[in-house]
């Protein structure tokens, strides 16, 4: 067989990772968020459908051939640990395929940051082709902007999803129109109703992506009350939840160096958080914390069921004492703590103990080296 030679790009979300990645455009045509780091010297372009489509004619070759290794003592085109192994020692370029077919060769995720721009002609075919080529795909998913969501018509989304589409990730960000015009995201509150309604109207699956912290101090209480108005309208089938941490490379970075961007420490981004949930009212989405820069991974559950339970952790960590949340915080961000409890486990919390004495012995904030540690998660 040829070297397997297919295109991918940088990112996805955590969610799909274990979906098998189909690049249809390169890097993010709108390119200015103010913090987002993602792309910034790299020009959007988009693939050619022929492109598009070897790729896909040379995933599907290679599924044939991991079928074929199979599994020793196994059923004929049954894809074990022991497939995988051997994959991994006679072709180890295709080894994120058998990956892929090990979990269930069913996701797909449609690459970069705003696939959707494609004409939809092409994305129609695109869609068609990918399911009769790899057809244990049932599940199809990409990110959009909610302006380019607005290109297509009710009937347009239809026939996405009819093709297969079946999820679409917005990055909402903020629903106050004040944050999203300071981050220069290119769209206001109400275009995000508009794009993520017709999406859901449309019987896609949605997922909203909100970023704590995204209005600084001057605007936190702003971004989570009109996050929480446009999440309310619209009611996504999942809300997920991301902290900002301010890359250098981001040109957020700077607005931060001369002030003009005062950002939040961990514990109000928390108060944030608390407010921006109790504000959720008459909507049945999905809350996930699954960013490894949320400091409280656990705040998770279906809406409205979970919103008590939600609160409470909030209010349990909230209440903590000051030095009890400085230990969790550095528990958290140095990977010893996932949930609250865990810094009653004595082996877990003795490391990060001895680590905050030592700090302290050093005159090192806090602050300073939680903001140090999360930007080895950025
Ligand atoms: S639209 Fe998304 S990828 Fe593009 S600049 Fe904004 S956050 Fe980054």
């Given at each position: 067989m040829e070297r397997l030679d297919f295109e991918q790009g940088p990112i996805r979300p955590p969610s799909e990772a274990g979906s098998l990645l189909i690049r249809l455009?390169?890097?993010?045509?709108?390119?200015?968020?103010?913090?987002c780091p993602v792309y910034k010297d790299e020009k959007f372009s988009r693939r050619s459908v022929a492109q598009i489509k070897a790729d896909i004619n040379a995933i599907a070759e290679a599924v044939e051939r991991i079928k074929s290794i199979g599994s020793p003592g196994g059923l004929p085109g049954r894809i074990t640990r022991q497939t995988v192994a051997g994959v991994q020692s006679e072709y180890p370029e295709l080894l994120q395929i058998a990956y892929w077919l090990y979990g269930g060769g069913k996701n797909v995720f449609l690459q970069d940051g705003d696939s959707l721009l494609l004409p939809l002609k092409d994305l129609l075919d695109i869609l068609s082709f990918l399911k009769e080529k790899l057809p244990s795909i049932d599940r199809i998913t990409t990110y959009a902007r909610s302006k380019t969501l607005l290109r297509f018509s009710q009937p347009d989304m239809e026939l996405l999803r009819d093709h297969g589409l079946s999820r679409v990730h917005v990055g909402l960000e903020s629903g106050c129109d004040k944050v999203l015009d300071f981050m220069k995201k290119g769209v206001v509150g109400e275009q995000h109703v508009e794009a993520g309604s017709r999406v859901k109207a449309a019987g896609l699956s949605l997922s909203f992506y909100v970023i704590l912290g995204l209005g600084g101090l001057p605007l936190w209480r702003e971004h989570a009350l009109d996050t929480a108005k446009v999440v309310n309208q619209v009611n996504p089938d999942f809300i997920r939840m991301r902290t900002l941490a301010i890359h250098p490379a981001s040109p957020l970075y700077q607005h931060s160096l001369i002030g003009d961007f005062i950002p939040l420490s961990d514990d109000q981004v928390i108060r944030e958080e608390l407010l921006f949930i109790e504000s959720l009212e008459g909507i049945e989405s999905y809350f996930v914390s699954d960013h490894i820069l949320n400091l409280l991974e656990e705040v998770e559950g279906q809406l409205p069921v979970a919103k008590e339970l939600m609160l409470g952790i909030i209010r349990r960590y909230l209440n903590w004492p000051a030095e009890k949340r400085e230990i969790f915080r550095l528990g958290r961000r140095t990977g010893y703590?996932?949930?609250?409890?865990?810094?009653?486990h004595k082996e877990l919390a003795q490391p990060v103990e001895k680590y905050y004495t030592q700090l302290q012995s050093q005159n090192i904030t806090i602050d300073e080296q939680i903001r140090q540690l999360m930007l080895r998660f950025i």
């Amino acid at each position: 067989m040829e070297r397997l030679d297919f295109e991918q790009g940088p990112i996805r979300p955590p969610s799909e990772a274990g979906s098998l990645l189909i690049r249809l455009t390169r890097n993010c045509p709108w390119n200015r968020c103010l913090f987002c780091p993602v792309y910034k010297d790299e020009k959007f372009s988009r693939r050619s459908v022929a492109q598009i489509k070897a790729d896909i004619n040379a995933i599907a070759e290679a599924v044939e051939r991991i079928k074929s290794i199979g599994s020793p003592g196994g059923l004929p085109g049954r894809i074990t640990r022991q497939t995988v192994a051997g994959v991994q020692s006679e072709y180890p370029e295709l080894l994120q395929i058998a990956y892929w077919l090990y979990g269930g060769g069913k996701n797909v995720f449609l690459q970069d940051g705003d696939s959707l721009l494609l004409p939809l002609k092409d994305l129609l075919d695109i869609l068609s082709f990918l399911k009769e080529k790899l057809p244990s795909i049932d599940r199809i998913t990409t990110y959009a902007r909610s302006k380019t969501l607005l290109r297509f018509s009710q009937p347009d989304m239809e026939l996405l999803r009819d093709h297969g589409l079946s999820r679409v990730h917005v990055g909402l960000e903020s629903g106050c129109d004040k944050v999203l015009d300071f981050m220069k995201k290119g769209v206001v509150g109400e275009q995000h109703v508009e794009a993520g309604s017709r999406v859901k109207a449309a019987g896609l699956s949605l997922s909203f992506y909100v970023i704590l912290g995204l209005g600084g101090l001057p605007l936190w209480r702003e971004h989570a009350l009109d996050t929480a108005k446009v999440v309310n309208q619209v009611n996504p089938d999942f809300i997920r939840m991301r902290t900002l941490a301010i890359h250098p490379a981001s040109p957020l970075y700077q607005h931060s160096l001369i002030g003009d961007f005062i950002p939040l420490s961990d514990d109000q981004v928390i108060r944030e958080e608390l407010l921006f949930i109790e504000s959720l009212e008459g909507i049945e989405s999905y809350f996930v914390s699954d960013h490894i820069l949320n400091l409280l991974e656990e705040v998770e559950g279906q809406l409205p069921v979970a919103k008590e339970l939600m609160l409470g952790i909030i209010r349990r960590y909230l209440n903590w004492p000051a030095e009890k949340r400085e230990i969790f915080r550095l528990g958290r961000r140095t990977g010893y703590f996932r949930y609250l409890n865990d810094i009653e486990h004595k082996e877990l919390a003795q490391p990060v103990e001895k680590y905050y004495t030592q700090l302290q012995s050093q005159n090192i904030t806090i602050d300073e080296q939680i903001r140090q540690l999360m930007l080895r998660f950025i």
